[in-house]
């Protein structure tokens, strides 16, 4: 089932758009398949396949790739959510994560964690050093937080 939209030639249940020679388009931004003209961002291809199916996107929300692979844009993959739900199942899917520096709020980085872990000196004096609260110095050493460090 293929279908023109926008210009384009779709087949949203191969989840592929064709570029204007009759090629698939692959050009890939953040790893979603990317559908451009003259050089310049049309639109990402899960959106304009989702398009071309439903209609345009409410404003406010997003679509999400179900499976967690950017690049599979068929349309039996992509649903209509909220942001909030995107980023849930980002992160429940694994795809997205908070720990360690990928945490905006992280003070701490893997380097730091291992001089902590090796230190014989108190967590007053090392949150001190750090930047961060005693808890935190607490947490590091024991592992419950930065785990992934060795």
Same mark, same amino acid.
């Given at each position: 089932? #293929?279908?023109?939209?926008? =210009?384009?030639?779709?087949? $949203?249940?191969? =989840?592929?758009? /064709?570029?204007? @020679?009759? #090629?698939?388009?692959? @050009?890939?931004?953040?790893?979603?398949?990317?559908? +451009?003209?003259?050089? @310049?961002?049309?639109?990402? *291809?899960?959106?304009? !396949?989702?398009?071309?199916?439903?209609? $345009?996107? $409410? #404003?406010?929300?997003?679509?999400?790739? !179900?499976?967690?692979? @950017?690049?599979?844009?068929? !349309?039996?993959?992509?649903?209509?959510?909220?942001?909030?739900?995107?980023?849930?199942? &980002? /992160?429940?899917? =694994?795809? +997205?994560? *908070?720990?360690?520096?990928?945490?905006?709020?992280?003070?701490?980085?893997?380097?730091?964690?291992?001089? !902590?872990?090796?230190? +014989?000196?108190?967590?007053?004096?090392?949150?001190?050093? /750090?930047?961060? =609260?005693?808890?935190?110095?607490?947490? *590091?050493? +024991?592992?419950?937080?930065?785990?992934?460090? &060795?």
């Amino acid at each position: 089932m #293929e279908t023109n939209f926008l =210009g384009y030639r779709i087949n $949203p249940v191969a =989840g592929v758009v /064709y570029g204007f @020679k009759g #090629e698939p388009i692959r @050009k890939r931004s953040r790893g979603y398949v990317q559908v +451009s003209r003259h050089g @310049k961002l049309c639109m990402m *291809a899960h959106r304009l !396949i989702w398009e071309s199916v439903h209609g $345009p996107i $409410p #404003e406010g929300l997003q679509i999400n790739h !179900i499976n967690g692979i @950017k690049t599979d844009n068929r !349309i039996a993959n992509l649903e209509l959510v909220t942001p909030r739900e995107n980023s849930l199942h &980002a /992160y429940r899917a =694994g795809l +997205s994560s *908070a720990e360690g520096t990928k945490n905006g709020r992280a003070l701490l980085n893997p380097a730091a964690v291992r001089e !902590i872990r090796n230190s +014989s000196e108190g967590s007053r004096v090392l949150a001190r050093r /750090y930047g961060v =609260g005693r808890t935190t110095i607490r947490d *590091a050493r +024991s592992g419950k937080n930065w785990s992934n460090c &060795a």
